[in-house]
């Protein structure tokens, strides 16, 4: 069973700063990459930020500039710092796994998301 819990949303002011973190456990092989992405209400879920297992990262272009994703991979985590927050930016933000499990299987997770407001 593998499980990602996120933390670290809340309300913030505009120009304000946070950081989420997003641990997977359970019976984890490897890790190929982690996302973020994000759902505003009445839109659909879209992609933030990406890392892959070397390092390397992706951004949409709203955020580029703002927002910065790591990971430690040793600790199955990854982190979304964002600064200069926006009231667009408020969702709920949900992490990604896309992984192998001890048992050789495939398989993309979700965690169960955390919500990020950002107020005028």
């Known amino acids: 069973q593998v499980q990602l819990v996120e933390s670290g949303g809340g309300l913030v002011q505009v120009g304000g700063s946070l950081r989420l973190s997003c641990t997977a456990t359970g019976s984890i092989s490897t890790i190929r990459a982690m996302a973020w992405f994000r759902q505003a209400p009445g839109k659909q879920r879209d992609l933030v930020a990406s890392i892959t297992s070397g390092g390397t990262t992706n951004y949409i272009e709203s955020v580029k500039g703002r927002f910065t994703i790591s990971r430690d991979s040793a600790k199955n985590t990854v982190y979304l710092q964002m600064n200069s927050l926006k009231p667009e930016d408020t969702a709920v933000y949900y992490c990604?796994?896309?992984?192998?499990?001890?048992?050789?299987?495939?398989?993309?997770?979700w965690g169960q998301g955390t919500q990020v407001t950002v107020s005028s």
């Open positions: 990604n796994a896309d992984l192998y499990t001890e048992g050789y299987a495939y398989g993309k997770y």
